[in-house]
T-cell receptor, first 109, second 114 residues
Framework: GIQVEQSPPDLILQEGANSTLRCNFSDSVNNLQWFHQNPWGQLINLFYIPSGTKQNGRLSATTVATERYSLLYISSSQTTDSGVYFCAVTTSGTYKYIFGTGTRLKVLA | EAQVTQNPRYLITVTGKKLTVTCSQNMNHEYMSWYRQDPGLGLRQIYYSMNVEVTDKGDVPEGYKVSRKEKRNFPLILESPSPNQTSLYFC?????????????FGSGTRLTVV
């Protein structure tokens, strides 16, 4: 089956810094999503981005489907950005989601 | 308020005692899904449902059952729980399977099987 790898596994930033999180996938996908899990465990959908670029405030995401990767950019990070970021994909013909193991981000005040 | 509601939030049970975790959504979503989250393994999909009476296996369906008799409800059934099913469980829903219109998670159910 498809493999989804995220990097880096852990990231510590000072408040105000920028960061890039990466999601690599081993096969073609028809769906890619980014999620944030806050320190209290709540999961929030950030982007639906099977291809192209989207922006939402300080967050933006780019997926290059032909090269099988997606990037999540966080600019001017805040302590509330702390948590774990997951990417998840589905492949053609199915809506079975495969999640990466996540990037744990800690933003220090 | 649009939401996915899971119950209970916490559950401790004994090996072999059947249990059901309920999941309900009020957004008229067609797609619903169950996940388990374990340290170091991320989220793994257990089952999903594209619509009423349509369910399909995710990556880790063994030991679980689901049913989708109504659009709003998608209960997760553990007929004979074992300690390796101790985990944090999430229910989720979206308008369609793609999640293009958003993907909403419940608050989670922490299950301990002793």
């Amino acid at each position: 089956g498809i493999q989804v790898e995220q990097s880096p596994p852990d990231l510590i930033l000072q408040e105000g810094a920028n960061s890039t999180l990466r999601c690599n996938f081993s096969d073609s996908v028809n769906n890619l999503q980014w999620f944030h899990q806050n320190p209290w465990g709540q999961l929030i959908n950030l982007f639906y981005i099977p291809s192209g670029t989207k922006q939402n405030g300080r967050l933006s995401a780019t997926t290059v489907a032909t090269e099988r990767y997606s990037l999540l950019y966080i600019s001017s990070s805040q302590t509330t950005d702390s948590g774990v970021y997951f990417c998840a994909v589905t492949t053609s013909g199915t809506y079975k989601y495969i999640f990466g193991t996540g990037t744990r981000l800690k933003v220090l005040a | 308020e649009a939401q996915v509601t899971q119950n209970p939030r916490y559950l401790i049970t004994v090996t072999g005692k059947k249990l059901t975790v309920t999941c309900s959504q009020n957004m008229n979503h067609e797609y619903m899904s169950w996940y388990r989250q374990d340290p170091g393994l991320g989220l793994r999909q257990i089952y999903y449902s594209m619509n009423v009476e349509v369910t399909d296996k995710g990556d880790v369906p063994e030991g679980y059952k689901v049913s989708r008799k109504e659009k709003r409800n998608f209960p997760l059934i553990l007929e004979s729980p074992s300690p390796n099913q101790t985990s944090l469980y999430f229910c989720a829903s979206s308008l369609q399977g793609s999640g293009a219109a958003g993907y909403t998670f419940g608050s989670g159910t922490r299950l301990t099987v002793v």
